[in-house]
């Protein structure tokens, strides 16, 4: 299943940084812009995935 977020990128110094103001524990960061929204999309993933663990565990009890 795929889904579509935005995704804010910004320049700070030698870094790009990207944040999505959907799921704001998300963040990400590369030296392109590329990289950073590889990166962000890693942390989307990895912070839903949380979400979901964290529901069926609410679920079981």
């Not at 110094?13 to 704001?24: G, H, K, R, S």
Request: proline content about 3%; aromatic content about 4%; hydrophobic content about 35%.
């Amino acid at each position: 299943m795929k889904n579509k977020f935005r995704a804010i990128i910004e320049r700070d110094e030698n870094l790009f940084i990207a944040f999505c103001p959907d799921i704001p524990e998300a963040n990400g960061q590369g030296t392109t812009k590329d990289e950073a929204r590889e990166s962000l999309s890693e942390a989307i993933t990895l912070v839903l995935e949380d979400r979901r663990e964290e529901g069926l565990r609410g679920a079981t009890l």
